[in-house]
């Protein structure tokens, strides 16, 4: 969930990293703020089957969980990611909105690529 004022909440199974609690792997049965983000603005988030992402206010992508077919999108590293971690390949470009399918990602730049 989002709030507002860009803080993100996460619940439920929390294997793989997929909830962004640090290395807390168990299933979360509240709402928690996801607190990699303190100090940053989200504009967007997005769940997908394992793992999740967000949009920063400055256009940067994050993304967490499950590592497996690339969908965290951290070059050759397949390994679950427990805390939201910058998606680097996107340097230099203003990503827009994101989204998180089953097993993979999606991102739209502004200049539309």
Same mark, same amino acid.
């Given at each position: 969930?989002?709030?507002?004022?860009?803080?993100?909440?996460?619940?439920?199974?929390?294997?793989?990293?997929?909830?962004?609690? =640090?290395?807390?792997?168990?299933?979360?049965?509240?709402?928690?703020?996801?607190?990699?983000?303190?100090?940053? =603005?989200?504009?967007?988030?997005?769940?997908?089957?394992?793992?999740?992402?967000?949009?920063?206010?400055?256009?940067?992508?994050?993304?967490?969980?499950?590592?497996?077919?690339?969908?965290?999108?951290? =070059?050759?590293?397949?390994?679950?990611?427990?805390?939201?971690?910058?998606?680097?390949?996107?340097?230099?470009? =203003?990503?827009?909105?994101?989204?998180?399918?089953?097993?993979?990602?999606?991102?739209?730049?502004?200049?539309?690529?």
């Amino acid at each position: 969930a989002l709030t507002a004022d860009g803080a993100v909440f996460a619940w439920g199974k929390g294997e793989q990293g997929c909830l962004g609690h =640090r290395e807390d792997l168990l299933d979360q049965l509240l709402p928690k703020k996801v607190e990699a983000f303190a100090g940053q =603005r989200v504009i967007v988030v997005s769940a997908g089957q394992q793992h999740s992402l967000a949009l920063t206010a400055d256009g940067a992508v994050f993304a967490w969980g499950k590592g497996e077919q690339g969908c965290l999108g951290h =070059r050759e590293d397949l390994l679950d990611q427990l805390l939201p971690k910058k998606v680097e390949a996107f340097a230099g470009q =203003r990503v827009i909105v994101v989204s998180a399918g089953q097993q993979h990602s999606l991102a739209l730049t502004a200049d539309g690529a």
